[in-house]
């Protein structure tokens, strides 16, 4: 299974960005998916995850009502749609699959930059 994230990018505060994580393999349908992201210096954090069906999601605290994770197992890509982006979401978004069988996320994506401009 691979893991390849895109739309990261520049923005302003207050503005959007949709991210994309696009998966390799048969066991997409399967798998947990969740975006994390890790601001150099600092712990990488999760900021949402969303489970084998789409009905089950968890978004952290800090990003609870602007950010939505969801998938299209059809796809097998999961999003990150980002609204009223701030200059504290600034960070590599890394996407992560937990494989079935296994207890924590076990691959993960490149990354891609976000960066929100003031």
């Known amino acids: 299974v691979q893991l390849q994230a895109s739309g990261g990018g520049l923005v302003q505060a207050g503005g959007s960005l949709r991210l994309s994580c696009a998966s390799s393999?048969?066991?997409?349908?399967?798998?947990?998916m969740g975006w994390f992201r890790q601001v150099r210096g600092k712990e990488r954090e999760v900021v949402a995850s969303?489970?084998?069906?789409?009905?089950?999601?968890y978004h952290a605290d800090s990003v609870k009502g602007r950010f939505t994770i969801s998938r299209d197992n059809a796809k097998k890509t999961v999003y990150l749609q980002m609204n009223s982006l701030k200059q504290e979401d600034t960070a590599v978004y890394y996407c992560a699959a937990k494989l079935p069988g296994n207890g924590d996320y076990n691959v993960w994506g490149q990354g891609t930059q976000v960066t929100v401009s003031s």
């Open positions: 393999g048969r066991t997409f349908s399967s798998n947990v």
């Open positions: 969303i489970g084998r069906s789409a009905y089950s999601t």
